[in-house]
Nanobody, 124 residues
Framework: QVQLVESGGGLVQAGGSLRLSCAASGRSISSSAMGWFRQAPGKERQFVAVISWSGIKSYYADSVKGRFTISRDDAKNTLILQMNSLKPEDTAVYYC?????????????????WGQGTQVTVSS
């Protein structure tokens, strides 16, 4: 089982940027598809972005497409989410997740390992 720890969250004004990191330990994530999800208060966990094991394929929720970029640094066993042009509706706890498989998926049930989350708050 891989352990995941997110960092980089915080408070930012609308239009600003944040860079989330997810450090993995316990095993290499190089053969795993990796994803980001978020959960706002009172709402269900929502898919944000996913990247394939190779980093060649990525997929985004429509709500973040063109503003967020997912990437991976397998040498550092790290997943990144660059968030630009942030909006108040992006406010949520952001979670990093790992699949045991290499192909892309977007359902939270397709991911077996989760971090503890990092809070992102966007003020208007």
């Amino acid at each position: 089982q891989v352990q995941l720890v997110e960092s980089g969250g915080g408070l930012v004004q609308a239009g600003g940027s944040l860079r989330l990191s997810c450090a993995a330990s316990g095993r290499s994530i190089s053969s795993s598809a990796m994803g980001w999800f978020r959960q706002a208060p009172g709402k269900e966990r929502q898919f944000v972005a996913v990247i394939s094991w190779s980093g060649i394929k990525s997929y985004y929720a429509d709500s973040v497409k063109g503003r967020f970029t997912i990437s991976r640094d397998d040498a550092k066993n790290t997943l990144i989410l660059q968030m630009n042009s942030l909006k108040p509706e992006d406010t949520a706890v952001y979670y990093c997740a790992a699949r045991s498989r290499s192909d892309i998926a977007t359902l939270s049930s397709d991911f077996g390992s989760w971090g503890q989350g990092t809070q992102v708050t966007v003020s208007s």
